[in-house]
Each structure stands twice: as structure tokens, then as C-alpha cells.
């Protein structure tokens, strides 16, 4: 097959100026074919048996402790103000407990962190592993709607 001009005489100076896009549709048909059969490949999940979760908390013993620290770095103990030295002794008397207590630490927003750690690390140096760390609730506009 042939394409030629209705030019009269039978040269033909001018190259040809249309593209043919038959050879990229068949390459594109081709893909398209390829992908359709490697869909199913990569759609098929691992089958695992996770392991189930219980939905409930469980129950902490023991008694729990609050120790506030303010942004100005001041020391609370159940809401009276001590000093780190009364608080390192509070601290040990509380790890020689049959059950130590559940540290709950309420530490002011704009505190900082060294202090946060120092204050950590003072609680895990006599054996006090149970920290936990006081919030207060988000204001309902914040928080998400699913």
C-alpha cells in the first residue's frame, strides 16, 4: 500500500507532513491488554490471624499520685507545694510501697521540657515505672466529626 499525491507529474518534493499513529495505538492496546491481566495480581491481600485485643481497660492497682509541675518550675504533691528535695524523699517513700503508685503528671503547657524530663527521671531513678501524663479534654468545636 502506497500513499502517494494527486499531484500531477510524479514528483514529489515535499516531505510528508501527517503523523501515522497506528503503530502507538497498537502499543497502547497492547499495555492496556497487559495491565488488565496484572490487575488481579496486585489487588490480592496476605491472609494473617492477628492476634484479638480486649476492649476494655484493665484495672490498675494500687493508689495513684499526682505531681504538678507549673510553668515557673514550682513542685506540687497531691496539690501542696514541695520542694525537689521533699519531693525526691516522697518519691522513694512512694517506690517502697507494696504496690507503687501510678504517678499522674500534670505539667503546665508552657513548661519546659527539661524540667518534664528531670522531672521523669527523678520517678523512674526510685523505681516508679507507672506514669501517666494529666490533660484536659479537647473543647468539643476541635475535635473531629467522622
Known sequence: MAFGSFQQGGHHDAAMSDINVT???DVMLVLL???ILAAPVFTQALQLELPQA???AAAVP???VTVALDADGRLFWNN????SAVLEVRLAQAARQATPPQ???RIDK???Y?????????AQSHGLHRLGFVTDPAPPHLIEKN
Do not use: K, S
Open 62 to 64: 494500687g493508689d495513684t
Open 110 to 112: 508552657h513548661t519546659r
Open 54 to 56: 480486649n476492649v476494655y
Open 80 to 83: 501542696q507545694a514541695v520542694t
Open 23 to 25: 503503530p502507538m495505538v
Open 103 to 105: 504517678l499522674q503528671l
Open 33 to 35: 491488554v497487559i495491565f
Open 114 to 122: 527539661e524540667a518534664v524530663a528531670q522531672l521523669m527521671a527523678a
